[in-house]
C-alpha cells in the first residue's frame, strides 16, 4: 500500500463529494429526513387513545368510573353518545378506537354488591393498538374495583386493609416505557446501514460507466488503495451523520445518552467500515450505478430493519432465521448503540457485539478486494 | 529490443474474435499507426497490449515485458489515453494533473516542473484552474495526452485521440507528438482518419481483427497494383454511382467532389467513365493521374476482401 496514491485517491475521492450537490443531498439531508420522519411517524407506544363513551346510568358512580379513564394518560374522552349506531360511526370514521359502554343500573348494581358489567369495545383492525389499550381498560378497572372492595370493607368492619401483594413495578433504563428511547438509537443504526451502503455504492461503478476506470487501471495504482482511498472520506461523511443523528437524539428527541460517547463513535467507525465496504463490494460486482443503488438498498434496508432486533425481538424468530440474523451487521450495532445509550454499559459487557462487527468489516473489506479486478473483459 | 512486440496476439469474445493472430513490431522512437474502419478491433489490440484485458492467446511485449505475465511491471512504462475521455470531469485541469503525478509517484521536486512543461507543451496553461468538463473536446484530448505524460513513459498508446476534434487541434496534437517522438518517446496511435496515417513512420492496416498491411505509408501504396485516376464531374456523388455500378469488380472511391478510380489503363478506363456518365448527362470536368494516398490502397483492399478485383499483388 503506497501511502501517497491512497492520499490522492482520498483526495480525489473529496473533490468529487464536496462538489456533486446530489451525493451531499444523499449523504447529509437524507438521513436527517428519515430519522425526523421515522423518529416521529415510528412510535410504538399507545397514549391517550381516543375513546367515545355512552353513559346510561349517568349517576356519580358513573361519572366516577368515566373520570378514571379519561384521568389516566391513556385514555382521551372522544365524545358522548348515546347508542350503538353512532359508536360504530365513531369507529368506523376512526374518530374513535375504542367505547366505554356503562348500563342504566350501573350504580345501583355497584351499590348492592352485585358483579357490575361494563362493555368495553375497540377497533380490531389494530391488533397491536387494541391489545395495549385492552390492557390498560382491564388496570383502570381493576385499580377502581379494588378501592371500591377496599373502602366497602371499611365501612364493614370499621378497619383499614391493604391488598396483600404490592408490586412495584421499575422499567429500568427507560422508566417511562417510551418506545423513541429504543427506536432512535436502532433508528440511528438502520438509517446509517442504508445510507453508508447507498453512498459507496456509487463510486465504483460510476468510474466504470464514465470510463474513468479504465485509465486508472492502466497506471500502477493498486486495488487496495483505490478501495482504502475511497473509503476514506466517506467514512468520515459518515461519522458526521453520526454525530448530527446523535445531537438530533439529544436535543430533538431527549434519547438519553448514558454511555461513553468516545466508544460510540469508535463502533461507529467501525460499523461505516463494514457497510462502506459492503457498498463499495456491490459496486465493483455490479458495475452499474443503477443496479448498485437498487441492490444497496434491498440488501441493507430490510435485513436491517426486521431481522436485526430493531423493532422485532429476534428471540421471536423461528431459529432458522436467528441463526440468519447474525449476517446482519446491524444486529450488533443496534445492540451496541442500545447498550451504550440507555444502559450506559461499555465494552465489558458488549465485547462479542463488537468484535463480531470488527470481523463482518474485516470479511467484506477483504472481498470487496477481491472481488476487484483491474481488467477490462 | 523493439519497444512493442506482439505474436499471435488474439483476443475472443465468444463467438466473436475482436484481434486474430497480431502479429507487429514497433521499434523505439517510432510513431506507429494502427487504422482501420470501426469496429476492426484496434481499441481491443490496444487494450491488450498495455495490459488491461487479458489475451485469448499469444503474447505481446513492451520493452521485453509479457503484457500478460507481466501487466503491472510495464505501467510504469506506459502511458495510455483511452477512447473515451477518462478523466474527472469536476477536477480542475491541474487538479487531474496532480491525481496522475500522485498515482503515478513522479518525485516531487520534478513535479511542478514536469507539470509546467506539459501545461506549456499542450498550451493548457491558461486553463489550468478550469473543470476538465468544461474544455473542448481538443483541450480536453490535450489534458488526456498531458495526464499519460506525467510520468514521462517510454511508450505512449493513444486510442483515437483525434476522434471528433476539430482540425485545428488536431494538426497541434499531431506537432506535439512529433515533439515528443524527438525526444525518443515511442508512439503507438489508432486512427480511423487515412490523412493521420500518412504521418506516420509505420502503419498497421487492421480489418475485422486482422493485421492485413503493415508497412511504411509510402510502402504500402507501392502495394497498390495499379494507377489512381481522379475525375471531377459535375456531380461526383451520381458519377461515382454509376461507375460502380458499370464496374462492380473495380474500386471506385468517393473524395469530397472527386472520384478516384483504380486502374490499369488509365485511357481506356477514362474514356469508358466518360460514355458512362454521358448517359445521364453528366459532365466530366477534369481528369489527370495522381499517386495513390493510403485511402485509396484501403478502399482497394477493402473491395478485394468483398471479392472485387485482387488490387495487391
Redesign the interface.
Known sequence: MNLRRLAAVAKKECLHILRDPRSLYISIALPMMLLLLYGYALTLDVDRVPMVIWDQSETTESRELISRFTGSRYFTAQSFVSSYKEIEHSIDTRQALAALIIPTEFAQLLGGGEPTPVQLIVDGTDANTATLALGYAQVVALIYSQEIILQKVRQLRGQVLTVPLDVRARAWFNPDLESKNYIIPGLIAVIMMVISALLTSLTVAREWETGTMEQLISTPVKGPELITGKLIPYIFLGLLDVLLAVLMGEYLFHVPLRGNVALLFTMATVFLAGSMSLGMMISIVTKSQMVASQAAIVVTFLPSFLLSGFIFAISNMPTVIQWGTYLIPARYFITLLKGIYLKGIGLEVLALEAVLLVLFGVIVVLLANYKFKRKLV | MSAIRAEGLTKRFGDVTAVDQLSLEVAEGEIFGLVGPDGAGKTTTM?LL?????ASSGDGWVFGRSVIRES?AI??D?G???Q????????TVL?NI???A????VPRRQCEQKIDELLELSNLAPFKDRRAGNLSGGMKQKL?LS?ALIHTPRVLFLDEPTNGVDPLYRREFWRILYQLQRQKVTVFVSTAYLDEAERCFRVGFLHEGKLIACDTPANIKKLLNGQVLELRFSNARQAAALLREDRPESSVGLFGDRVHMLTQDPERDLNQARSVVAKSHLELLSSRVIDPGLEDVFISVLKKDAGGTHAFE
Open positions: 487494450r498495455t495490459g488491461i484485458m487479458d503491472e505501467k510504469d506506459i495510455y489515453m483511452s473515451r475521455f477518462g478523466l474527472y470531469h469536476d477536477l487538479e496532480r491525481f496522475y500522485d498515482i503515478y509517484g488526456g495526464c
